[in-house]
């Protein structure tokens, strides 16, 4: 091996040595100037967790710590405006998937985890499994899983789970039939109710509110409205006024 060849080598080693050590928020492509980034990654133990967010024991998270979390996609008109807003902030998110629609997009659900945010489930068909015959809503459960995850990550096999039941109603039975799948169940604590539809500034002024009185948690918004996409920006932007921090969210 040549001289200028093992110094080569040693510049290589050394730059990739830097990257590892970089935060993946300032590795991130695109990134724009004063970008919101992400502080740091919370793990769950799907093993010891039940669940987390409201009716949960605390996370532990510190004043100013935002979970965001993305419910209903993906969609084409929406989900890939929203990803590329993240990116822009270098932001990395939770979305929870809808099966049927997971199947309809695979495309964009596997879009959504190579920009690197964490996948749940948020069931197959979106209906309120609390007023289901249990094997009718726990089968619905697992076909949302393996909808979700075949889209996503191109086969299902057994792995740690995040899942959100439709409007966060569920029962104990069906809860324990997450958890023999591996799952962590996860509820908000933070809505500024983007899913009524409502023009984006009255929302985000809705949101002002929310984060007047809870200074920290979990933050539900839904990647299938196209007014999300205008209020996307509008929380990021107040985020930063309150020197708020996003904190990534997995499972394990």
Request: hydrophobic share 40%; aromatic share 6%; with cysteine.
């Amino acid at each position: 091996m040549t001289r200028d060849a093992v110094r080569f080598l040693l510049k290589l080693s050394i730059l990739l040595t830097v990257l590892a050590l970089v935060p993946w928020s300032a590795q991130a492509r695109d990134c724009k100037a004063g970008a919101l980034g992400t502080s740091r990654t919370l793990k769950i133990n799907s093993a010891t967790t039940v669940g987390i967010g409201q009716g949960y024991p605390p996370l532990g998270l510190a004043r100013g710590e935002i979970i965001l979390t993305f419910d209903d996609g993906p969609l084409p008109e929406t989900t890939p405006r929203i990803l590329d807003t993240l990116a822009q902030d270098c932001i990395r998110a939770t979305f929870f998937m809808i099966g049927k629609r997971a199947e309809a997009h695979p495309e964009i659900a596997a879009q959504v985890r190579q920009a690197g945010h964490s996948i749940g489930s948020h069931s197959y068909s979106h209906r309120e499994l609390k007023e289901l015959p249990y094997d009718e809503a726990a089968e619905d459960i697992r076909r949302g899983y393996e909808a979700v995850e075949k889209a996503v990550f191109g086969s299902v096999v057994d792995r740690p789970r995040l899942f959100r039941f439709p409007e966060f109603k569920s029962t104990p039975a069906l809860i324990d039939f997450v958890r023999t799948h591996h799952g962590t169940v996860v509820n908000t604590t933070i809505s500024p109710e983007d899913w009524r539809g409502d023009p984006a500034r009255i929302t985000f002024d809705r949101l002002r509110q929310r984060f007047d009185r809870i200074d920290r948690g979990i933050v539900l918004l839904h990647d299938k409205q196209p007014e999300t996409v205008k209020l996307l920006p509008m929380v990021i932007a107040e985020m930063k006024a309150r020197k708020m921090r996003i904190v990534h969210l997995e499972i394990e």
